[in-house]
């Protein structure tokens, strides 16, 4: 397709992880297993909280959402970057590209302000317990879990909207192993300005604005704890809020570990390894997290287990 003198791409050519030779089919079987065992793993998450009637309270549902995302951003990303290993580089359409690029996106985006929401939740149930149940009720969380689906959706539109008004000439290569924003946005040939500013727009409510949220609402939090007088009771408070902690630090720290970091330092390789962990990796941890961190998960899946050793 042509428009004036420069040839509009049709399709695009990833390359995914270069040099892999002999080992593409280790990595194929490790990459296969993993996705398996996230889906698996966030299934059960949420299957677990959706059947059992303990687990139906806000945090519980905001773990579902969570896992659920996870499923979405993992699915996105993996099954095509099997391909990729297997082909060493596929060619996809231009059209599937921006399509995995809105998956991707709107998933990252989503589990931001979900998280966030998260640690607003913690918040209120250690700082504010007398006060916890009356405020944060059914009606609010699901509030809450609507406002992030539509955030996520109006700013993804606009974003999508600006890419496809613009011009894709060539190159029709992207080094890497999806359609991620930059590489994406390398391929274009005109003027990119607008759309880097909407990134720099949106990135202050989902990524600014929950940092910021995240850090004052555990600020307020080891607070708290650190007043508990009994170390019994500072642990058994902590234990409440440490399964998203490490899911929060794992997960905003990768993220801004491979989108704030400077360009000229780093190099493809570190772009491919740090996209790879939280596009792959932190899906897999995260069930595996809330469920070894997570008393309550924790105690139902041994009395899950104990049943089943009994009846067996």
Request: aromatic residues 12%.
């Amino acid at each position: 397709m042509t428009e004036g003198n420069s040839t509009m791409i049709t399709k695009i050519l990833l390359l995914g992880f270069e040099n892999l030779h002999s080992l593409k089919y280790l990595f194929f079987i490790g990459i296969f297993l993993v996705y398996c065992l996230a889906v698996s793993g966030n299934v059960f998450i949420i299957t677990l909280v959706s059947t059992c009637k303990k687990l139906h309270c806000p945090m519980y549902i905001f773990i579902t959402q969570v896992s659920f995302l996870d499923i979405l951003l993992i699915t996105t990303i993996v099954p095509n970057m099997l391909h990729i290993v297997l082909n060493e580089g596929i060619s996809i359409s231009f059209v599937g590209c921006i399509t995995q690029f809105c998956f991707f996106a709107g998933s990252v985006m989503a589990e931001c302000l979900l998280l966030t929401m998260m640690s607003y939740d913690r918040y209120l149930a250690i700082c504010t317990p007398l006060r916890y149940t009356s405020i944060m009720d059914l009606v609010l969380c699901v509030k809450l879990i609507v406002l992030s689906w539509l955030s996520t959706f109006i700013m993804l539109l606009i974003i999508a909207l600006t890419i496809c008004s613009l011009r894709f000439c060539g190159p029709h290569v992207i080094n890497h192993f999806f359609c991620d924003f930059t590489p994406l946005l390398d391929l274009s040939c005109t003027d990119t300005s607008i759309v880097h500013m909407e990134i720099f727009i949106v990135s202050v409510p989902i990524l600014g604005l929950p940092v910021i949220v995240i850090i004052l609402s555990y600020i307020y939090i080891i607070i708290t704890i650190l007043k508990i007088p009994s170390i019994t009771g500072r642990q058994k408070t902590f234990s409440t809020c440490s399964s998203h902690l490490s899911v929060v630090s794992i997960y905003f720290g990768t993220i801004m570990g491979i989108y704030l970091l400077p360009h000229e330092r780093s190099s493809l390789v570190t772009n491919k390894v740090l996209s790879l962990f939280y596009t792959v990796v932190t899906p897999f941890v995260n069930p595996i997290i809330y469920s070894l961190r997570n008393k309550d998960i924790k105690g139902i899946i041994t009395k899950i287990t104990n049943k089943m050793s009994i009846g067996y």
